[in-house]
């Protein structure tokens, strides 16, 4: 069994699994796994949210190792779960190597997502539905989806300009919806300005990095749970600073 | 029956919704959109219904958060899927955006004293969601361990 074929296939599935999102400890637990089910006992796996090394040391005894940089990524669940599943399913199985990198790239050829407008749809349906969730009326509800919308596109107009990165995002977008949500009540056509707000904030509300950082903290991964504990803090402390801004300028207008 | 649909059901509802759109921004397809609205609602039920237990705030959201996370668990073990699937969508109707809004806007009217009680509460929210989560997956694979143990 050639080795390097075995390295690479390890290493392009957890890069996947890491640029999907998944926790530190399951892309090390899948991608050991697989390597042990191919026969290399003595794989080494280290992950850090940047960061995936892979190693292996063949029966000639000349180790090898491969070291993949992650760039930043945001969420894509259904590619979690896929690509989770086809570890499992090479694990259980072990088809030749060829036709597991197949696999692979059958898998990367069909990733299924949604359109643009389906996106902007949820961030729509976020905001219209947190409004009254935070104490909004129905008609607040319309604007909160606005503004829900106003966020949406504000990310991905920015994900597009060179050398954004997401506290940028974060502080501009979330100054906007407030400053909506503020002109929407000021000119009579909304009632809460407040809910209207945190339910258009919630879109950018660290909860994720919130999440994942207990669950490797939990696991023992310490680095990485701090690394994300630190990106939820100055997450919250960005949307404070834009909506503090907001409020501001509202108090001037 | 007013005030059992306005009080209790409705929120469920819109916290459903609301994770039903974020489904669209986090890719999830199929009868997932369904599993992770289901958990936002379920826990907010149990943030509601754990007010008759006591009315402190902190331990009614730790309650809600191992909930989600027993929810979570158990369904990533029903249709063989990672937990994060569904918890990461259930936990966020209970992250503490408005907290975060309450303090900043506290801050900006210059009220220091409220400011801070409110920047202590999000920061003990988000505590006790981490809590919550911890002890809902060490009970479940608790749980798990001893069923299988009994099962051979």
């Given at each position: 069994m050639d080795?390097?074929?075995?390295?690479?296939?390890?290493?392009?599935?957890?890069?996947?699994?890491?640029?999907?999102?998944?926790?530190?400890?399951?892309?090390?637990?899948?991608?050991?796994?697989?390597?042990?089910?191919?026969?290399?006992?003595n794989a080494q796996v280290f992950a850090i949210?940047?960061?995936?090394?892979?190693?292996?040391?063949?029966?000639?005894?000349?180790?090898?190792?491969?070291?993949?940089?992650?760039p930043a990524h945001g969420i894509d669940l259904d590619h979690m779960e896929l690509c989770n599943d086809l570890c499992r399913a090479l694990c259980r199985e072990t088809p030749t190597l060829e036709q597991a990198h197949d696999r692979l790239r059958q898998l990367l050829a069909r990733r299924p997502r949604f359109s643009t407008a389906a996106i902007l749809a949820g961030h729509g349906l976020v905001g219209a539905f947190f409004t009254p969730f935070f104490g909004g009326s129905l008609r607040?509800?319309?604007?909160?989806?606005?503004?829900?919308?106003?966020?949406?596109?504000?990310?991905?107009?920015?994900?597009k300009l060179p050398g954004n990165n997401v506290f940028f995002r974060t502080l501009l977008s979330?100054?906007?919806?407030?400053?909506?949500?503020?002109?929407?009540?000021?000119?009579?056509?909304?009632?809460?300005?407040?809910?209207?707000?945190?339910?258009?904030?919630?879109l950018l509300v660290p909860g994720v990095a919130l999440t994942t950082a207990m669950r490797e903290i939990v696991a023992g991964d310490i680095v990485s749970g701090m690394t994300h504990v630190t990106e939820s803090i100055l997450t919250a402390t960005t949307i404070a600073l834009g909506t503090g801004a907001a409020l501001l300028a509202g108090q001037l207008l | 029956?007013?005030?059992?649909?306005?009080?209790?059901?409705?929120?469920?509802?819109?916290?459903?919704?609301?994770?039903?759109g974020f489904c669209f921004i986090f890719n999830v397809h199929g009868p997932?959109?369904?599993l992770c609205s289901l958990g936002g609602a379920l826990g907010w039920l149990i943030y509601l219904l754990a007010e008759f237990?006591?009315?402190?705030i902190m331990l009614r959201f730790l309650l809600a958060a191992t909930a989600i996370t027993v929810y979570s668990e158990i369904m990533a073990r029903v249709r063989h899927c990672p937990v994060t699937s569904?918890?990461?969508?259930?936990?966020?109707?209970?992250?503490?955006?408005?907290?975060?809004?309450?303090?900043?806007?506290?801050?900006?009217?210059g009220d220091t004293q409220q400011f801070l009680s409110a920047l202590l509460r999000t920061f003990g929210i988000a505590g006790c969601l981490a809590v919550g989560a911890l002890l809902g997956s060490s009970l479940m694979r608790v749980v798990f361990s001893l069923s299988r143990r009994t099962n051979k």
């Amino acid at each position: 069994m050639d080795y390097n074929v075995l390295l690479n296939l390890g290493a392009e599935l957890g890069c996947q699994l890491m640029e999907s999102g998944a926790e530190i400890y399951r892309v090390e637990d899948s991608i050991t796994r697989l390597m042990r089910a191919y026969g290399a006992e003595n794989a080494q796996v280290f992950a850090i949210p940047n960061t995936l090394i892979v190693s292996v040391t063949p029966p000639d005894g000349h180790p090898i190792t491969r070291l993949c940089r992650i760039p930043a990524h945001g969420i894509d669940l259904d590619h979690m779960e896929l690509c989770n599943d086809l570890c499992r399913a090479l694990c259980r199985e072990t088809p030749t190597l060829e036709q597991a990198h197949d696999r692979l790239r059958q898998l990367l050829a069909r990733r299924p997502r949604f359109s643009t407008a389906a996106i902007l749809a949820g961030h729509g349906l976020v905001g219209a539905f947190f409004t009254p969730f935070f104490g909004g009326s129905l008609r607040d509800a319309l604007f909160g989806g606005l503004c829900g919308l106003s966020i949406g596109l504000t990310t991905r107009f920015l994900n597009k300009l060179p050398g954004n990165n997401v506290f940028f995002r974060t502080l501009l977008s979330s100054a906007l919806a407030a400053i909506l949500a503020l002109l929407f009540v000021r000119f009579g056509l909304a009632q809460h300005a407040d809910a209207i707000t945190i339910g258009s904030l919630m879109l950018l509300v660290p909860g994720v990095a919130l999440t994942t950082a207990m669950r490797e903290i939990v696991a023992g991964d310490i680095v990485s749970g701090m690394t994300h504990v630190t990106e939820s803090i100055l997450t919250a402390t960005t949307i404070a600073l834009g909506t503090g801004a907001a409020l501001l300028a509202g108090q001037l207008l | 029956m007013n005030e059992w649909f306005f009080y209790w059901l409705l929120p469920c509802l819109y916290a459903f919704l609301a994770c039903a759109g974020f489904c669209f921004i986090f890719n999830v397809h199929g009868p997932g959109i369904l599993l992770c609205s289901l958990g936002g609602a379920l826990g907010w039920l149990i943030y509601l219904l754990a007010e008759f237990l006591s009315p402190n705030i902190m331990l009614r959201f730790l309650l809600a958060a191992t909930a989600i996370t027993v929810y979570s668990e158990i369904m990533a073990r029903v249709r063989h899927c990672p937990v994060t699937s569904y918890l990461i969508i259930a936990l966020l109707p209970l992250v503490p955006g408005s907290g975060i809004y309450d303090a900043m806007r506290f801050c900006v009217a210059g009220d220091t004293q409220q400011f801070l009680s409110a920047l202590l509460r999000t920061f003990g929210i988000a505590g006790c969601l981490a809590v919550g989560a911890l002890l809902g997956s060490s009970l479940m694979r608790v749980v798990f361990s001893l069923s299988r143990r009994t099962n051979k």
